[in-house]
């Protein structure tokens, strides 16, 4: 994997550049980054620090971002599909219509995150944080919400999505099989 650092990647993306598949952006700076359209498929991404971004649109295939800062950002419509987010925090993130299929959130702050028409088809979602999160028309088919704290989270369908008794539920009850 080729280390790339944020200044490069910045400057590269300016001059026009979208393909960046398969490299290291350990720990990068990124804030309120612009990276529309972009593809990081495949790349190492852990610690990265980007709130306020934009990476509507990316190509997000199979990125390793754990423990990431992504607070405020923008995936509208990015495919994160199998994608390991590992106790990254996504709060207040713009998340419509984003693929989260087969992705790993475990332990993710997604608080008041915007959800709506995502696909979270098959995605790890155990111990994440989904508090005032809005989940209006989101695919959770075999999403696993064990341990999730969904507190006032709005448009919540759990049609085959894997709860258990630790979930904690919009209204604040833990799920009663």
Known sequence: MEPLSSDNLLQAYDNGDR???????SAAQLFE????????????????YAPYSNFSQGNLQAVTLMGAELGDSSFYGADL???????????????RAANFGGANLRGANLQG????????TSADLE???LQGANLEGTILKDA????????????LA?????????TILPDGHTYDT
């Open 113 to 120: 995150a915007d959800l709506r028409q995502a696909n979270l």
């Open 81 to 95: 599909s199998q994608a390991i987010l590992t106790n990254a925090s996504l709060s207040r993130a713009d998340l």
């Open 144 to 155: 696993n919400l064990s341990r999730c704290n969904l507190f006032r989270a709005v448009g």
């Open 158 to 166: 759990l049609d085959s999505s894997r709860c258990d008794r630790t």
């Open 33 to 48: 980054a612009d990276l529309r359209h972009i593809d990081l498929q495949a790349s190492c991404l852990n610690r990265l």
């Open 127 to 129: 111990g994440a944080n």
């Open 19 to 25: 393909q960046f598949a398969g490299i290291d952006l």
